[in-house]
């Protein structure tokens, strides 16, 4: 027994010991039923008894997708607070538009195919490709230079301005790039998909987070979004920019700078004016966004945008708004 101290009264009981165990703190003994030590192990070891938040099986079941997502939304959120991140710039962007030198080396080696067999059709075509993908890769350097110029606005603990991608390659790569040389943290938000996937080397580690669920990893884009910048790319480019546009049309979001990098490739791959001229979009709608073709003039008109707005870029953040 503990013993009292001088007032007579007893010590606080230990956080986590006792001095004489519960009698449940060891299994039944094989001295009073020569089975039950067998039956304990099986009850053990059955799938069932594995508790609750370490039992993926029973929280990949259909009906644990509730709370599949609010998982998927909270961890992120806990650790941007945890690292005191409050605004970002969004960057989307093609994944298969690398480095100049990357590409330049893939054009010479299908050049060197081509000279082996000139009539093959697949790798003119290919070759095609290769040259205009190397076009593009400016966009790598603009993106890397962006990066760089919004890291070194990165601002302290608590109102620190990031840049957000999709962690992936190509001009996610090159954001999260030149924002870790500018020393800065830099956020990645990967996808679960169905074929092994990495994120691209520069996202800060314990930025990098890795969704379940497309909605959940759109909703975290936008929620601390300041910006979005938007460079030529292909489907999920795509999605995310009408996503946005949507809802700055309808109000559901604060109303951000939406900036097109490369205007000629936007003016083919989104006709704006055909929609206004059509009717199925109003001429404010097509005010939503603009272009932009340096990484300077990036950024000089987003913060020419908030001074118009007279809202600060890096004041109280603007949450998700229910319409």
């Known amino acids: 027994m503990p013993r009292p101290d001088p007032s007579g009264k007893p010590l606080p009981a230990h956080e986590t010991q006792r001095q004489i165990e519960l009698p449940e703190c060891a299994p039944k003994p094989g001295a009073e039923d020569r089975e039950a030590p067998a039956l304990v192990r099986r009850i053990m070891a059955a799938p069932n008894y594995v508790i609750a938040d370490e039992d993926t099986d ?64 697949d790798i003119a075509r290919r070759l095609a490709v290769a040259r205009r993908l190397h076009d593009k890769s400016r966009y790598y350097e603009i993106a890397r230079e962006f990066g760089r110029i919004v890291g070194a606005a990165e601002g302290c603990h608590g109102n620190r301005l990031v840049v957000v991608t999709g962690g992936g390659p190509g001009v996610m790569e090159a954001a ?36 379940r669920y497309f909605a959940l990893r759109k909703l975290h884009f936008l929620l601390r979004a300041r910006a979005l910048v938007v460079f030529p790319g292909g489907f999920g480019t795509l999605d995310e920019l009408f996503e946005t546009l949507t809802l700055i049309q309808t109000r559901k979001i604060r109303p951000v700078p939406v900036i097109l ?45 908030y001074d118009k707005a007279g809202r600060p ?7 998700m708004q229910e319409a």
Request: hydrophobic share 40%.
């Open 313 to 319: 870029l890096t004041g109280p953040p603007g949450p």
């Open 176 to 211: 999260n790039r030149g924002a870790h040389e500018a020393g800065a943290r830099t956020v990645g938000l990967n996808i679960t998909l169905p074929h092994e996937q990495f994120p691209n080397p520069y996202v800060t580690p314990e930025l990098c987070f890795r969704f």
């Open 58 to 121: 029973f929280l990949n079941r259909d009906e644990m997708r509730s709370t599949r997502l609010q998982l998927d939304y909270q961890k992120a959120e806990t650790l941007l607070q945890e690292n005191g991140i409050a605004h970002s710039i969004v960057v989307f962007g093609g994944t298969r538009i690398g480095e100049p030198r990357h590409t330049e080396a893939q054009v010479a080696a299908l050049e060197a195919a081509q000279a082996q067999a000139p009539e093959d059709r």
């Open 261 to 305: 990098v490369g205007e000629r490739y936007w003016r083919r791959a989104f006709d704006a004016d055909f929609l206004v001229e059509e009717g199925v979009i109003e001429p404010e709608d097509r005010d939503l966004f603009w272009y932009a073709e340096s990484a300077q003039e990036i950024w000089d008109d987003i913060r020419a945008w």
